[in-house]
């Protein structure tokens, strides 16, 4: 079974420049998370997902991040325009969720590495 | 709110030596309790959780955790290191179904992480 996939990999880009990340969960996965990680931190969730509806983006700086789960299975994360503090990794998970609360165990892929010049 | 802290950020054991990762989490009520790890360049793998239970975990390779809860604490441990294990290691709360207010159950709170070096 294919894992989390992320693309791309490592971006570098300029400030002000826009970027966008890309995630394709697990199938049958209904919730994805998108997380940012720090160096030397712990990853911290930027926005959750519940098949197409954004439960939870309250971390997320809505002035320059968006982010969409159109058709409630991949996603995209943009950051317009990149500033030097975005430098980070960009984590995406996914897992099962029911109705009532239960969600399963989250899957992460290998992060999107950005780097602003 | 929830918080974890996990004590040193970085641990040096030799290979075949106990391997020993401190959390703690601070939290109003008993939360689910998980430990991540990530090697270079990675995403994170899942270890162990604790949700209900028995309190001693076992996980994948080895690694087992045990939930205290008088001492709100999870430490992870290996009886025997080995060079593989070499890798940084998140400990993560998250909200349980019972306790969590509208959208917080799932997410995961996680620690500062703790790098593993394994010496030979």
């Known amino acids: 079974e294919a894992g989390v996939v992320q693309s791309p990999r490592y971006k570098i880009i300029e400030k002000k420049q826009p970027v966008a990340f890309w995630c394709n969960p697990i199938s049958g996965h209904n919730t994805l998370y998108w997380y940012l990680q720090n160096l030397g931190q712990g990853p911290e969730l930027l926005i959750r997902?519940?098949?197409?509806?954004?439960?939870?983006d309250s971390q997320l700086p809505k002035d320059r991040f968006s982010a969409e789960r159109l058709k409630g299975v991949d996603s995209t994360l943009k950051i317009q325009p990149a500033e030097l503090g975005d430098s980070a990794v960009y984590l995406c998970?996914?897992?099962?969720?029911?109705?009532?609360?239960?969600?399963?165990?989250?899957?992460f892929g290998p992060g999107t590495r950005l780097t602003v010049l | 709110a929830q918080s974890v802290t996990q004590l040193g950020s970085h641990v040096s054991v030799s290979e075949g030596a106990l391997v020993l990762l401190r959390c703690n989490y601070s939290?109003?009520?008993?939360?689910?309790l998980f430990w991540y790890v990530q090697y270079p360049n990675q995403g994170l793998q899942l270890l162990l959780k604790y949700t209900t239970g028995a309190t001693l975990v076992k996980g994948i390779n080895g690694f087992e955790a045990e939930f205290k809860k008088s001492e709100t604490s999870f430490h992870l441990t290996k009886p025997s290191a080995h060079m593989s294990d070499a890798a940084e290691y998140f400990c993560?709360?998250?909200?349980?179904?019972?306790?969590?207010?509208?959208?917080?159950?799932?997410?995961?709170?996680f620690g500062q992480g703790t790098i593993l070096t394994v010496h030979p």
């Open positions: 997902y519940e098949n197409e509806e954004a439960v939870d």
């Open positions: 998970a996914s897992s099962f969720s029911l109705a009532g609360g239960f969600t399963d165990t989250q899957y």
């Open positions: 993560a709360v998250s909200a349980t179904p019972r306790n969590a207010g509208g959208t917080s159950y799932g997410k995961l709170t």
């Open positions: 939290s109003s009520v008993p939360p689910y």
